[in-house]
């Protein structure tokens, strides 16, 4: 069936210093890819996301690229601030359904 | 416009007791989601409902777990007999009447059998 690997946390840096959350999926089809973030004590909130191959979704200085050639969809940001410091989860929904399949989340903090 | 709400945000339930979660959706949804979080884990699916009707319920436990989303009035989650296991957040989604559009989270319960 369908799934979600990414990188495992927890992801410690300094502000200002670059992130890369690694992210690979399984999925027949052409499946929707998404990127959630979720605050301590919060529900989850849309980060971003990519509908077809090469999208590229930007949200908030985080970027990510539907890659279908690699089954990938790393989260990118080129200077990370104190307030994304959060879990990121990875997800996708599949052409024909209308759950979604999370990854299970990597969690990042961020140094002043 | 008010997002997705859930209540209660915190329930505390001893083993054997029922528990009942409550989902609101957006406005002009009709398609609602519920997922679980187990601590340290992500999200799995549960259930699907649209008014009056369960969709995919593939996610589901086999017994004690149900859902409805009557035609008036929020979705419930309802939980029998509770046991530690089940100590997890509940979230619910919901998105709008084609059923594939961006689903919306709520706040999620967090549920604690003692």
């Known amino acids: 069936g369908d799934s979600v690997t990414q990188m495992e946390g927890p992801v410690t840096l300094s502000e200002e210093a670059f992130l890369t959350i690694n992210c690979t999926y399984t999925?027949?089809?052409?499946?929707?890819l998404f990127w959630y973030v979720q605050y301590p004590g919060e529900g989850l909130q849309l980060l971003l996301k990519?509908?077809?191959?090469?999208d590229k979704g930007s949200n908030k200085g985080f970027e990510a690229t539907y890659r279908k050639e690699t089954t990938s969809f790393h989260l990118e940001k080129g200077s990370v601030q104190v307030s994304d410091s959060a879990v990121y989860f990875c997800?996708?929904?599949?052409?024909?359904?209308?759950?979604?399949?999370f990854g299970s989340g990597t969690r990042l903090s961020i140094r002043p | 416009n008010a997002g997705v709400m859930q209540n209660p945000r915190h329930l505390v339930r001893r083993r054997g007791q029922e528990a009942r979660l409550r989902c609101s959706p957006m406005k002009g949804h009709s398609h609602v989601y519920w997922y679980r979080q187990l601590p340290e884990e992500g999200l799995k699916f549960m259930v699907y409902?649209?008014?009056?009707?369960?969709?995919?319920e593939s996610g589901m436990p086999k017994e004690r777990f149900s859902a409805e989303f009557p035609k008036e009035g929020p979705s419930i989650l309802r939980i029998q007999q509770v046991v530690r296991g089940d100590s997890a957040a509940y979230f619910c989604?919901?998105?709008?009447?084609?059923?594939?559009?961006?689903?919306?989270f709520g706040p999620g319960t967090r549920l604690t059998v003692l």
């Open positions: 999925a027949t089809g052409y499946p929707s």
């Open positions: 989604a919901s998105s709008s009447p084609t059923g594939r559009d961006e689903q919306f």
């Open positions: 409902l649209q008014k009056e009707n369960i969709i995919d």
């Open positions: 997800a996708l929904r599949g052409s024909s359904a209308s759950k979604i399949i």
């Open positions: 990519a509908t077809k191959a090469d």
